[in-house]
């Protein structure tokens, strides 16, 4: 059960599952994410799971705050069972034209762009969530030693397809837009792809992540598609 | 392709299709969207005989100027909205809340939203568009909904289908009234904040500031002062959220707003109040009351009764 639910605004319910950023306590997250987009119960128009909150949009005309509580209260979840984490290969080049911000990352990592993208490929990542624009996933975590702030100055224009670096995760913009990320290359996969009908977005929250390095050849090949 | 249609001489400033907006995608970055001011764009529909969930046409500051061509339509502009109607020689001035027939060449001239900020413009009949993801609503920064997710253009066809048999005139006595007093619960961060900004918060006036789009209203003001922490691990957002970020002046989040954010949350507008102070035009003045969330419920309701009951009178 939920402890810690309070009202955010009269249209949503703000499920609190703790302060910390880890997997356990976003897979829990995700699992309630999960059983709630299942059930759809009658009222509830929106679910957004986020590292360590849960925040549940309702329809005032049908329903109100203490009526959802106790419905989201009611649902049992099976905490042991594993959330079914889907692997997902995204190849990203790091031709210098892509890799924005390695120079940045050389100096503030002190470490040469062989070491960087070494450490930062052929590992898993996993999903937290997606969001801010559409489809954009937060992946983690990122090795110790590979961790930076945000840009002091954020680009006013990303390109579409950067992957970003900043704290402990990994993120990929799907649309030119602005941002602070600091930017290590540029994936040719259409991470959101608004034409799609049912589900637009390639990564959903609880997946798991491979980034494959390629160069500029295959990259200008993979994008054609 | 079909015979009616309008041609878009003047785009006008941020002219879209609207209509309830999209449900269940805010765990994937897309917001509801939808029409700004609701009870306006129900009223709209329900003038011209449509479902009240019909797309519409809203804009924003100064409208479109629509020249028509086809089968004899009606009409009708809600809001607090300028425009006349061209017909052959003659020039007729529009009134809101008013349902009017138009004719092959008559053109639509959709002036200005007088001191507000939001429009509404339907027919009795179908826009011909594409639904997306259970929405007609445009989004023009994530180019998601009809229109190919973009803005109405100069030059632009729109065709019409489907003209409905209510003909008849419609008409409803309403005066789009303002309101300057914005009510809200506490947000879940409301402990960020000092006493003193906590009372400032309720005791000055705010202003609406330019930069303010269908995505979000800037507010100029009283700095907020933070005492905890100026950033929150980011988590979701919804329409009506007020956050602070480190430069002390308030965003609320309006309908278009990025599903996620990592400013501390100081307070939430109430959905009562939400239609009012999307009206709001830049340089308006504010001031914010904090209320109990069973009282924010309890307006909510009469509201919709409200709205309700102005739409039963339009028959």
Sequence with gaps: MIKNISNLGDTALYCDFGNQINKEINSSVIRYYKSLKELKIDGINNLTPSYNKLIISYDLKKTNFLKIKKKVEEITINQEENLSKKKIKIPVCCDENFSLDINRLEKKLKLNKEEILDNFFNKEYFCYMTGFIAGMPFLGDLDKNMRVKRLETPRVKVPKGSVGLTEQFANIYTFESPGGWNIIGNTPLKIFDNTKEQEPNLINPGDIIIFNRINLDQYNEQKLF | ?315
């Design chain 2, 1 to 315: 392709m079909s015979k009616n249609y309008f041609k878009v001489i003047r785009s006008g400033i941020n002219t879209t299709f609207q209509d309830e907006g999209r449900n269940n995608l805010y765990h994937i970055g897309i917001p509801f969207s939808g029409a700004m001011d609701n009870r306006n764009f129900y009223i709209s529909n329900k003038l011209v005989g449509n479902n009240l969930n019909m797309p519409v046409m809203e804009f924003a500051y100064q409208g479109p100027l629509l020249k028509y061509y086809g089968d004899k339509i009606n009409f009708a502009i809600t809001g607090d909205v300028k425009f006349v109607i061209k017909k052959n020689e003659s020039i007729i001035e529009g009134n809101c809340y008013e349902s009017y027939s138009i004719e092959d060449g008559d053109e639509i001239d959709i002036m200005s939203t007088n001191r507000s900020v939001y429009g509404y413009f339907s027919i009795n009949a179908k826009f011909d568009l594409k639904l997306q993801w259970g929405s007609y609503s445009i989004n023009t920064k994530a180019n998601i909904g009809s229109n190919n997710g973009r803005k109405i253009n100069n030059d632009q066809e729109i065709h019409i289908i489907e003209i409905n048999s209510h003909k008849t005139k419609k008409k409803l006595n309403y005066i789009n009234t303002k309101i300057d007093k914005i009510r809200v619960i506490e947000g879940t961060n409301f402990n960020y904040f000092s006493e003193t900004t906590k009372k400032n918060l309720f005791e000055n006036e705010f202003i609406v500031s330019k930069l303010s789009d269908r995505m979000g209203m800037r507010l100029e003001g009283p700095k907020i002062e933070n005492i905890v922490d100026t950033n929150i691990t980011s988590e979701g957002l919804i329409k009506g959220v007020i956050q602070v970020p480190a430069d002390g002046n308030p965003i609320i989040m309006l309908s278009d707003h990025g599903t996620i954010g990592g400013y501390p949350k100081i307070a939430v507008v109430i959905s009562a109040d939400y239609d009012k102070l999307v009206q709001l035009s830049p340089g308006s003045k504010m001031k914010f009351q904090k209320i109990e969330l069973t009282d924010a419920e309890n307006l909510f309701k009469l509201y919709e009764m409200e709205t309700q009951n102005l739409i039963s009178q339009i028959l």
